[in-house]
């Protein structure tokens, strides 16, 4: 109960911290800082719920990403689309494209499954760049303005400065972890484990792991398309980049680092990865290599990432002496 | 009710040419509990992973209640009240033993997801029933004192029990036990005995494959006797220990009556 209370304490205490970042720094540089730490954190919190509760190895999310950020530009422009409809729109096409890439590889093996979402990640690149009519190919979709939200009552809110930018992706981003903490506290998390410790007993147990698999491959591709879909109208611009292996191996990295199925693991390992390839960035050459070292690293003395690190002192401090 | 709760009919199963089920036709009645025993090779294992669902079957069908299952994947099978264990005990090793009991009970309440992720009142009811039941069950089978622990602290005698009682948890019409007491001592086999009938008196029907012999004698209504994956023998324990062709494949000199569990 008591500790409950501590954490709900520390959540509220930490939103507070973050949601006020605006009012105790001028820094653009942190508030940069602040809308990639919320970004990375929607998109790993999402390989999270797919490959740490479930146990798919997913490298579809990047291409979800993506997908949601080309969708809401195109939209922009070429419709004249809001880019909070935009945005839906594209965690939407993200959700439908999921499911088709799951239903159909799952049939098969969950081995399967990373094999196509690794080729369905590298399809999407490749008709970002060669498929131009629609695209615009390398040259990428630019001159993305900056969303503006009418509210009734409170005028419009314009969201084309870092601080106003950080906290419509730190609300967003909010917003997406109560939803997977909800998600994977509820027996439908409970499932998730199941089928991932041991699917053969959840199958005999009346549990369909189809089923479940495809809700979490949905839910983590809508929040990672609309993170996509909200990301790129900062960034003004989309292009083919924003399919690259590196937010792949960044996701995979603060899930691995964070601990696999550990939802404040994850969370806490997003934000300090988040932070060090900027740490690093005195050293442009060697960056991607020690980011690649500090890996390395955690995962030989944190096996089960932070996360797993945490249990293991739990359960030091259950057993009796 | 027509016909047996549980009906196979001609199943078939090759492995690349060798034959691990032939014709097979079986039918287990409604409340019974009937053992199917043969030497290591029989067929026994093919059998319950083909009628379960974890494995296609080349030829054949099969019917719980009427309703046809052939085919059909294993959380339909257990979804329409046929549930299995596996040889090799299956648990959820770092859920706590009353988890590992929720779990297995959650695809049977009919509480749906949405209700699920927002914590209806039909859900929490359902949980509290859930729960409830799983104290009771782990209060039968005496693991009640570990309800919180991990199921990986369990022996592996332990671990026969939880997977006896999450299959209780079901709500199931017939239970498929994979060798229940293979590798458990006297003790532990006892509890798992109590166990089965306990689940045999809240009315479902079970399907037992067991290489102890004398346990199956004693616990089963009626056995079922497979040589090279075709039956031999079908009928109740005292007239199976009579037959020659059962001696001669299987029982050996251990078919004589000093045998008993």
């Not at chain 1, 798919?56 to 689309?81: D, K, M, P, R």
């Not at chain 1, 191996?249 to 601990?259: A, N």
């Not at chain 1, 690293?297 to 945490?310: D, H, I, K, R, T």
């Not at chain 2, 509990?33 to 099969?62: E, H, M, Y």
């Amino acid at each position: 109960m008591s500790a409950r209370v501590f954490s709900a304490a520390a959540v509220t205490i930490a939103v507070a911290a973050l949601a006020s970042l605006p009012l105790w720094s001028s820094s653009p540089y942190l508030f940069e800082l602040g809308i990639t730490a919320a970004v990375f954190t929607v998109l790993s919190t999402g390989l999270n719920l797919v490959y740490g509760y479930t146990g798919l190895l997913s490298f579809a999310q990047v291409a979800f990403f993506g997908i949601g950020g080309y969708t809401a530009a195109l939209l922009a422009v070429n419709e004249g689309l809001s880019v909070f409809a935009g945005a839906l729109a594209g965690g939407g096409l993200a959700i439908l494209l999921g499911l088709v890439i799951g239903y159909t590889s799952l049939r098969l093996s969950r081995h399967a499954f990373a094999i196509v979402s690794l080729s369905f990640a590298l399809l999407c690149l490749i008709l970002s760049r060669d498929w131009v009519s629609l695209t615009r190919g390398p040259m990428g979709v630019h001159g993305l303005l900056a969303p503006v939200l009418t509210l009734p009552g409170l005028g419009k809110l314009r969201f084309d400065r870092p601080p106003e930018f950080y906290e419509l992706m730190l609300v967003y981003a909010l917003v997406v972890l109560a939803l997977v903490h909800r998600l994977v506290r509820s027996r439908l998390g409970r499932a998730f484990v199941a089928i991932k410790l041991n699917q053969p007993l959840a199958e005999s147990q009346g549990i369909d792991p189809l089923r479940y698999r495809l809700l979490a491959i949905a839910v983590s591709a809508f929040t990672s398309g609309v993170a996509g879909g909200l990301y790129v109208f900062h960034l003004t611009i989309v292009d083919p980049s924003i399919f690259d292996f590196y937010y792949t191996e960044t996701m995979l990295i603060m899930v691995i680092v964070g601990g696999p199925g550990s939802f404040w693991g994850v969370v806490a390992a997003s934000l300090a990865f988040s932070a060090i390839p900027d740490l690093l960035r005195f050293t442009t050459d060697l960056r991607m290599v020690l980011y690649g070292a500090v890996l390395i690293v955690a995962m030989l003395v944190l096996p089960g990432g932070f996360g797993g690190l945490a249990a293991s002192r739990r359960r030091a401090a259950a057993k009796p002496a | 009710m027509t016909g047996p709760l549980f009906e196979v009919r001609g199943l078939g199963k090759h492995y690349f040419g060798v034959t691990a089920v032939a014709e097979l036709s079986f039918a287990v009645p409604e409340g019974e509990i009937v053992g199917l025993i043969g030497p290591n090779g029989s067929g026994k294992s093919t059998t319950i992973d083909c009628v379960s669902g974890f494995q296609p079957a080349d030829s054949g069908r099969w019917f719980l209640a009427g309703a046809e299952l052939t085919g059909r994947k294993p959380h339909t099978h257990a979804a329409a009240g046929l549930v299995r264990t596996f040889q090799t005990v299956r648990a959820y090793d770092r859920l706590s033993l009353a988890d590992n009991l929720a779990v297995a009970a959650q695809a049977h309440d009919g509480v749906g997801w949405w209700a699920a992720l927002r914590a209806s009142p039909a859900l929490r009811r359902a949980e509290r029933a859930t729960a409830e039941r799983a104290g009771e069950l782990l209060e039968i089978v005496g693991l009640a004192e570990y309800a919180e622990a991990p199921a990986a602290i369990l022996s592996y005698g332990q671990r026969k029990l939880l997977a006896i009682a999450a299959a209780m948890m079901t709500r199931p019409r017939l239970v498929v036990l994979d060798e229940p007491v293979a590798g458990v001592n006297p003790t532990m086999i006892r509890r798992i005995e109590a166990a089965i009938r306990r689940l045999n008196a809240d009315g479902a029907a079970l399907l037992i494959v067991e290489h102890n012999v004398g346990f199956i004698m004693n616990l089963c209504g009626s056995v079922i006797v497979l040589e090279q994956g075709r039956k031999i023998a079908e009928g109740p324990p005292g007239l199976i220990r009579e037959d020659r062709r059962v001696l001669a494949a299987y029982l050996g000199a251990e078919a004589e009556p000093a045998a008993d569990g």
